[in-house]
């Protein structure tokens, strides 16, 4: 059971938009910020999204984030299937002072 | 350019213990805190420890609290996780994270390595 709460699939076909919540608590999203990572198939996660909604150098701005109170949500325009990976939102938590992952989300392209 | 290279996984028997250790190049390693997260066969990603840049403090997962210790060797570029007391529960591919602005922001990987707890 993981601290964050992402659901456990999505999908879409080339050039929608689609979008994954994160959903977490008072005492990690609700007091820090939000970070994505993607998994492709048989690698290591990479950064995608920190701070909430910034973009580290090289990701396409097809991948966007934002975050509510103690929600966030990364949104996938113009889907293409290189995009087909595992999807884990990250934040610190202050009560169990340590980082929490969502339990990560199978974006499938259609 | 940034390289995180783990090595030391491999077969344990449940109680024993592993030392795991990861080579960093391409940026000012004492300069950036270090995490390992792990991720168990088939599952999501967990994390396990970090580290500040001076080796001064220490976090832990629950999980791993009083059994795994994280340190690092600055003038070696190394990072270790020392493991004890193994369970099968920690079988897992264990990544190397070089972490960035914030504690839970890890801007770079290792390609992990695998640990298995088995007899």
């Known amino acids: 059971q993981s601290v964050l709460t992402q659901p456990p699939s999505a999908s879409g076909t080339p050039g929608q938009r689609v979008s994954i919540s994160c959903s977490g608590s008072s005492s990690n999203i609700g007091s820090n910020t939000v970070n994505w990572y993607q998994q492709l198939p048989g690698t290591a996660p990479k950064l995608l999204i920190y701070s909430n909604n910034q973009r580290p ?20 325009s113009g889907l293409q299937s290189e995009d087909e990976a595992d999807y884990y939102c990250a934040a610190w938590d202050d ?11 199978k974006l499938t392209v259609l | 350019e940034v390289q995180l ?58 999980s791993v609290k009083g059994r795994f210790t994280i340190s690092r060797d600055n003038s070696k570029n ?29 801007d770079y990987w290792g390609q992990g390595t695998l640990v298995t707890v088995s007899s």
């Open chain 2, 78 to 106: 190394t990072l270790y996780l020392q493991m004890n007391s193994l369970r099968a529960e920690d079988t897992a591919a264990y990544y190397c994270a070089k972490v960035g602005r914030q504690l839970a922001v890890f």
């Open chain 1, 57 to 76: 150098s090289g990701v396409p701005d097809r991948f966007s984030g934002s975050k509510s109170g103690t929600s966030a949500s990364l949104a996938i």
């Open chain 1, 95 to 105: 009560s169990l002072n340590g980082v929490v992952f969502g339990g990560g989300t």
């Open chain 2, 5 to 62: 290279l783990e090595s030391g996984g491999g077969l344990v028997q449940p109680g024993g213990s592993l030392r795991l250790s990861c080579v960093a190049s391409g940026f000012t390693f004492s300069s950036y805190a270090m995490s390992w997260v792990r991720q168990a066969p088939g599952k999501g990603l967990e994390w396990v420890s970090a580290i500040s840049g001076s080796g001064g403090s220490t976090y832990y997962a629950d």
